[in-house]
T-cell receptor, first 115, second 111 residues
């Protein structure tokens, strides 16, 4: 059974610091990895996707993937109070280009950026 | 322009009733999904549709049935509602079954 594990938090980070969010997954055939941000009462919003080992940067966000360790992380640089939200790690076993499997989500990490 | 929309946003109903939630996407995506987020905020896949064909059907009760009149719509019908069905239901869509984009959600409360 596919599982995605995250520390539920809350993770408290001072404003301007780097927030580091971690996720592990159990299904070795997983190929696609996503980070979603969810504000309270809102829907999940896609902020990063990563498919290959290594780092992927987009603005203040960096996703890191290590398939050998079955580990994916999200770094948020220069954290802002508006980054306070729940961050959901999601995994899809299929690479882009086909299939319709649903995503397997972790339970999310609640991030609090302290002004 | 709204990419993935759902109606209604809130739904309050009595046990035993039958209800439907509608979802529409204007992104031209091939695949649409229904997810359930329970009171502990755990988000879990229920169904997906690809070109009007049901691709996956997780272990949800058969009281839940997805119906897709066309590629842009995926509705969720729920029969004989139970207390445990109370949750937020999210519709999502994706191109080629990968990155998924979520609708605003429908908060269902069963009394």
């Amino acid at each position: 059974q596919k599982e995605v594990e995250q520390n539920s938090g809350p993770l408290s980070v001072p404003e301007g610091a780097i927030a580091s969010l971690n996720c592990t997954y159990s299904d070795r055939v997983s190929q696609s990895f996503f980070w979603y941000r969810q504000y309270s009462g809102k829907s999940p919003e896609l902020i990063m996707s990563i498919y290959s080992n290594g780092d992927k940067e987009d603005g203040r966000f960096t996703a890191q993937l290590n398939k050998a360790s079955q580990y994916v992380s999200l770094l948020i640089r220069d954290s802002q109070p508006s980054d306070s939200a729940t961050y959901l790690c999601a995994v899809n076993p299929l690479y882009s280009g086909g299939g319709a499997d649903g995503l397997t989500f972790g339970k999310g990490t609640h991030l609090i950026i302290q002004p | 322009d709204t990419a993935v929309s759902q109606t209604p946003k809130y739904l309050v109903t009595q046990m035993g009733n039958d209800k439907s939630i509608k979802c529409e996407q204007n992104l031209g995506h091939d695949t649409m999904y229904w997810y359930k987020q329970d009171s502990k905020k755990f988000l879990k896949i229920m169904f997906s549709y690809n070109n009007k064909e049901l691709i996956i059907n997780e272990t949800v009760p058969n009281r839940f049935s997805p119906k897709s009149p066309d590629k842009a719509h995926l509705n969720l019908h729920i029969n004989s509602l139970e207390l445990g069905d109370s949750a937020v239901y999210f519709c999502a869509s994706s191109p080629e079954g990968n990155e998924q984009f979520f609708g605003p959600g429908t908060r269902l409360t069963v009394l």
